[in-house]
């Protein structure tokens, strides 16, 4: 975020944020969840908020100026697999 910032990238940074931290915040909530479908609704989300994060990474990797954001793909990429594991094995246990 601070290296977006300090180049002026207030629209991907304050994107970045948003998803980014989204991600966490719905995990965390999943885990106070009421019931399974509670649960699996709640991770969806937090793939969602996954995906839109890689999005933004994306445009950082490919756009001129950004910093090098690699190794963040790479764990959002990673994140997103564990998320999609944690769904599909609640779902199978319906």
């Known amino acids: 975020m601070e290296e977006l ?4 990238k207030f629209v991907i940074a304050r994107q970045l ?3 980014g ?3 966490g915040a719905n995990v ?3 885990q106070n969840a009421e019931s399974k479908v509670d649960f699996i609704h709640k991770m969806k989300i937090a793939a969602k908020e996954t995906d839109e994060t890689e999005y933004w990474l994306l445009l ?3 756009l001129e100026d950004y910093p090098d954001c690699v ?3 790479n764990d959002c990429i990673s994140i997103a697999k564990v998320l999609s594991k944690i769904i599909a094995s609640s779902k199978s246990n319906l």
């Open 71 to 73: 190794q963040l793909l």
């Open 21 to 23: 931290t989204s991600i």
């Open 60 to 62: 950082c990797k490919e």
């Open 5 to 8: 910032e300090k180049r002026k």
């Open 17 to 19: 944020l948003k998803a």
């Open 28 to 30: 965390r909530e999943a």
